[in-house]
């Protein structure tokens, strides 16, 4: 359908129109920024300054990469499908898949997550007989995570570690990308950091798509990292119609690498850049708009702008000042159940905190309180035991190289391989320089390990080349890879309520693969890169197919938004302030409004740290539709200490005239009787 642009209001039609040289489009909260990020790309496919196949859109998550695709689809019909929409490691698995020979790796590589990475990294400080009481497994994974987001190829990071932790984690960093590369994988980093390498290092592949992509534009910029804004920087050189959507005062992933003065520079970066300020809000109402302008004017390194609505002012902001958590959590409930009574879904409702450790009390508070809850940020789906053992079946079957993988699960469900038997297979690879799968065959004829053991190795590796072999329906593949090996059986024969749980997950995970087959075609396409004289208008790197196993794995390991917040059954939502950016509800409950938890006690001592926990308690405030709760406590229990601190900053910066102050021990539950039998969690 064609776009109404006198929909839109002035900035708004602006950024929209505006289709040539850099563009950085400041997108305030609520202002609607995903609509002119759509219909900026239907107007340059409709006035044909661009094929689809010449449009790159980079989001941040998953979620967001498939509402714009939907809202594309809406807007230009099937001419959405050649467009590149995805999030930057998406991206970079496209660019990577096409090219991976060229640094060294094969198409068929696998990406590790943190689960897998956190077993080598201690497998690796074993061999090179690292302390990790001294040297924490964790602390080593962020900072090489760090440099690998700062481009620090091992060398680099070594010849700059100077303390007693930089340099383990050189010694580290290098063994590293040593095995990875010899298990043909990438961790989600390298994603990024060997995309940056092949584009800067190849220039035939770096001018391919520097040509083809005519128009990019990137959302969230001020949540890029040094890794992405190089990246982006390099394919934007070509045609340098690049537009940036992002703002500042919600840059609040410092502590994830991103730099805020990636957008806060762009101007430099990019001098005939135009700037357009989208400042209207849609979403708040005007009481909540004017704390939030009110608070984050405080922040001197931010880009002037300010929200406005043109719905009424609304109610003021609710502040509760509470004896301790414990009254909190029982004024929270209470209000949440008052906003029930009124008509208010439990969906419609959040509660905020700024760290995971309060939510235990405010969760004790609903329950007994009978309030359905959720809490975001659980176990994940893909992150549940059973789940990981079948995906490090899949992979095996298409990587074989994935030693991670291989010893995770040559003994689940158990097969009587002990650790001294994998230890030995694992030895044997080592010295002979192969993958643990390879040494896995041979301990079939090593006559030194007992002959049962023998056997069950060897059910093992036949259970993979099984599944190699399989072909047809991917649902069925998987189904006879689950069946063989006997993952399912060995849970039904344990008949605990745990274990049936576990085999619900297995069939729920066979939902996933259906989900996977129903959202992707099955059509031949183009497995050649881009070149600079090639063909633009072919696709430059495979789909993925529906019927592919390989492209299920790589579905999943990039999904990683799968468990978001669901629209099913009604419950209040829990999570931290950082889990809830992009989110909205009618009414938001911050909890924990006090000096050293929010703002941070980490924060209070660095200038650029407390602006940070500004933009985050910003980020809080503009979350809230039509009501907004700020409760702190005069006292509270942190780690088993009483804590007495003042009420935070952030409060005191919403003028008086916008606040309504009530509390100080009395919540509302007189005396005793408030609690409902059984609880609701959903």
């Not at 998953?62 to 939907?70: D, F, P, Q």
């Not at 940056?196 to 890029?224: C, N, P, S, W």
């Not at 490090?392 to 699960?409: E, F, S």
């Not at 469900?413 to 065959?441: C, H, S, V, W, Y």
Request: glycine share 8%; net charge negative.
């Amino acid at each position: 359908m064609p776009i109404d642009i006198d929909t839109l209001n002035g900035p708004q039609r602006e950024a929209v129109v505006t289709t040539e040289g850099p563009l950085l489009v400041l997108a305030g909260a609520g202002s609607g920024k995903t609509r002119v990020l759509t219909y900026r790309i239907a107007n340059i496919l409709d006035r044909d300054l661009a094929a689809p196949w010449e449009i790159l859109a980079i989001t941040f998550t998953n979620k967001a990469a498939a509402e714009m695709r939907e809202r594309l689809g809406q807007l230009v019909g099937g001419r959405a499908r050649g467009m590149w929409v995805s999030t930057f490691h998406s991206m970079c698995v496209r660019i990577l898949r096409a090219d991976a020979e060229r640094i060294g790796f094969t198409k068929n590589f696998t990406i590790y997550d943190t689960d897998d990475m956190k077993r080598l990294y201690k497998d690796i400080m074993a061999e090179l007989d690292i302390d990790p009481k001294r040297f924490p497994v964790n602390q080593l994974m962020n900072r090489i995570s760090q440099a690998k987001n700062d481009l620090m190829v091992p060398a680099d990071f070594e010849s700059a570690a100077t303390d007693p932790v930089g340099r383990q984690a050189a010694r580290v960093y290098t063994r590293l990308q040593e095995r990875l590369r010899a298990a043909n994988a990438f961790d989600f980093d390298d994603l990024l950091l060997y995309a940056y390498l092949l584009l800067k290092q190849h220039e035939d592949v770096r001018r391919a798509y520097q040509g083809r992509f005519r128009y990019i534009m990137v959302d969230e910029y001020q949540d890029t990292n040094r890794a992405q804004y190089a990246i982006t920087q390099l394919l934007a050189a070509g045609h340098r119609n690049i537009m940036v959507v992002g703002d500042d005062d919600q840059s609040i992933y410092s502590w994830r690498g991103a730099d805020l003065r990636n957008i806060l520079e762009f101007e430099s970066d990019y001098p005939e850049a135009r700037v357009v300020k989208l400042e209207q809000n849609y979403r708040s109402v005007g009481n909540i708009l004017a704390a939030a302008n009110a608070v984050i004017a405080n922040n001197r390194q931010r880009k002037e702008k300010r929200l406005f609505t043109a719905a009424g002012d609304g109610d003021k902001i609710s502040v509760y000042l509470a004896s301790d958590e414990r009254d909190e959590g029982r004024w929270i409930a209470g209000e949440i159940e008052k906003r029930r009574g009124e008509g208010v879904s439990y969906n419609n409702m959040a509660v905020f905190y700024r760290t995971n450790a309060q939510s235990r009390m405010l969760e004790d508070m609903l329950l007994r309180a009978g309030v359905p809850y959720r809490i975001v940020g659980g176990t994940r789906f893909f992150d549940r035991a059973e789940i990981r053992d079948v995906m490090a079946y899949l992979t095996l079957v298409v990587n074989p190289a994935d030693d991670i993988a291989a010893k995770r699960v040559i003994n689940v469900p158990k097969r009587g391989i002990g650790k001294a038997t994998i230890e030995r297979i694992d030895q044997f690879g080592r010295e002979l320089n192969m993958p643990f799968l390879t040494a896995a065959e041979l301990a079939i004829v090593d006559e030194d390990i007992r002959p049962a053991t023998r056997r069950a190795v060897g059910e093992f590796v036949q259970v993979l080349k099984n599944g190699a072999s399989y072909e047809g329906d991917l649902r069925k593949v998987i189904e006879r890879i689950i069946d063989d090996a006997g993952l399912i059986e060995a849970l039904q024969n344990e008949g605990t309520d745990e274990a049936r749980g576990r085999v619900e997950n297995i069939q729920e995970f066979l939902g996933v693969v259906d989900e996977f087959m129903e959202t992707h075609d099955v059509e031949d396409a183009d497995f050649a890169a881009p070149t600079v004289a090639g063909d633009p208008t072919v696709e430059p790197v495979r789909v993925l197919r529906g019927d592919s196993l390989a492209d299920f794995i790589e579905w999943v390991r990039l999904r990683t938004d799968l468990d978001t917040v669901t629209e099913d059954g009604q419950a209040v939502t829990l999570m931290t302030v950082h889990s809830s950016k992009g989110l909205e509800f009618d009414c938001v409950w911050v909890a924990g409004m006090e000096e050293t938890l929010f703002p941070h006690s980490n924060s209070t001592m660095d200038a650029a740290a407390v602006e940070e926990e500004r933009r985050l308690a910003y980020v809080a405030i503009t979350r809230a539709r039509k009501k907004l709760y700020l409760t702190c406590a005069q006292q509270r229990q942190i780690f088993g200490q009483t804590h007495a601190n003042p009420v935070s900053r952030f409060i005191g910066e919403i003028p008086s005239e916008l606040r309504q102050t009530t509390g100080l021990g009395s919540a509302g539950f007189a005396g005793t009787g408030w609690e409902k039998r059984g609880s609701r969690r959903g």
